[in-house]
Every structure is written in C-alpha cells, then in structure tokens.
C-alpha cells in the first residue's frame, strides 16, 4: 500500500539575485515497508525534502500526501498531531531532552499524548536496542551511539507509520555507525517500519532496500 507521495515538490529560497532553488520539481512515491535512502552530497537538497515530507518546512510548490491526505491542507495542530502519533524523526545530533532519562526520553511522546504506556513493548524496544541496563541514565552519561538508540527506541515506540532520519550515522564514529545502521535495517524487516533515511554515504545508502541520489535539487 502507498503510504507517501512527493508530488512536484519545489522549494526556493529568496529571489532576484538571491534566489536559490534548493528543491527542483521531484516526484516520488513511498509503499508501506519500504527502506529508502535519499543520497547525495552537501547542499544538494536532501535534507529540505525531508523537512519538507515532515511537515517541518513548506514546499514553494507541490504537494505532499500521507495516504491520500494533502498535509499541507492540514492545519497547525492536526500536522502537530500527525508528526506526533504518525511520523518519526530521528535527527543527527539526537535531540534528546538533557534533563530527561533514557526511559523518560523514549516515553516523552506517548506521555505528550497523555497514552498509557505499554510497559511490555518499551522492554521489548530497549532490549531490542541493547540499552536495557541504561534506562535510569542521562544523556551526558551516554556514547553518541547510545543516545542515538535512545532516539530510535523513541520513534519507535509510538509504532509510527513512516520514521524520517536526517543523517542518523553523520555524528557516529565507524563501529557506532554501523551499529545503528543495523538496528534501522532490522526494525524495517522486524516491525516493517517504513524508513527514509537521509545520508551522503553510499555505503550507509547501500544497506536501504531503495537510494534515490539527488544533485541539485533534482533526482538524477
């Protein structure tokens, strides 16, 4: 089933002579499960297709649907809602509340929604991400690798339709990255969870059942 469709999706910034086109006219589609990887290199516009899919930035031109629901028509608080209960972010630098544990972290969304927590689901997530023995930590008392489980073990926990992850390795060292690559690819098969995932490695890329490269703005 189509989860997602990119349709002709323009994104410009300023105009006359300070005009950039940081999305050109690109179209795609989504199926539930699916494992894409949008590649290219810095400045290509990767990253603001994947704002743009999440509802965090507003195209110039073009439409996004969430099946068959126009997310740009939605308005303040119901694409809040979605990107609450629908869409996963995980984000190179974590984003992980500092004052938070790793538990409280991970809960944060279900308890923005005010939702009773599954107990026996967030034990089978951080058993599934191997920071069993961390629930009680802090970030600042984590690896980067660890707090980047902690931002999976947080979308995943609100069984999202489709998880976004903006460079999810860019801030890890080798062994980390891997690992983490590991654990997306095995939630995609164990829980088919969609994921597109946003990188400039084509190593990394390679592991998505899908790449689409984009130089310019534009799918090549």
Do not use: C, W
């Not at 073009?62 to 126009?70: A, I, L, P, S």
């Not at 073990?153 to 998880?163: D, E, S, T, V």
């Amino acid at each position: 089933m189509k989860i997602l469709k990119i349709e002709n999706i323009k994104k410009i910034y300023g105009k006359d002579d300070t005009k950039v086109i940081a999305v050109d006219d690109i179209s795609f589609e989504v199926e539930e499960g699916e494992f894409i990887a949008i590649m290219g290199p810095s400045g290509s516009g990767k990253s603001t297709i994947l704002h743009i899919i999440a509802g965090l930035d507003k195209p110039t031109s073009g439409n996004v649907y969430f099946y068959d629901n126009n997310i740009y028509e939605m308005n303040k608080k119901e694409l809040t809602i979605l990107r609450r209960q629908k869409i996963g972010i995980i984000y190179q630098f974590f984003n992980l509340i500092p004052t938070l544990n790793v538990e409280e972290n991970i809960l944060l969304p279900i308890n923005l929604d005010k939702k009773k927590v599954d107990k026996e689901k967030f034990e089978e997530i951080i058993k599934f991400l191997n920071i069993d023995n961390r629930k009680k930590h802090l970030p600042n008392e984590l690896s980067g690798g660890q707090q980047q489980k902690v931002a999976i073990g947080r979308a995943l926990m609100m069984n999202p339709k489709i998880i976004l992850a903006d460079e999810p390795t860019g801030n890890l060292d080798s062994k980390s990255s891997q690992e983490i690559m590991q654990l997306l690819k095995e939630a995609n098969e164990k829980y088919n969870q969609t994921i597109i995932m946003i990188t400039h490695n084509l190593e990394i890329a390679k592991l998505a059942n899908r790449i689409i490269q984009i130089e310019d703005g534009k799918i090549v």
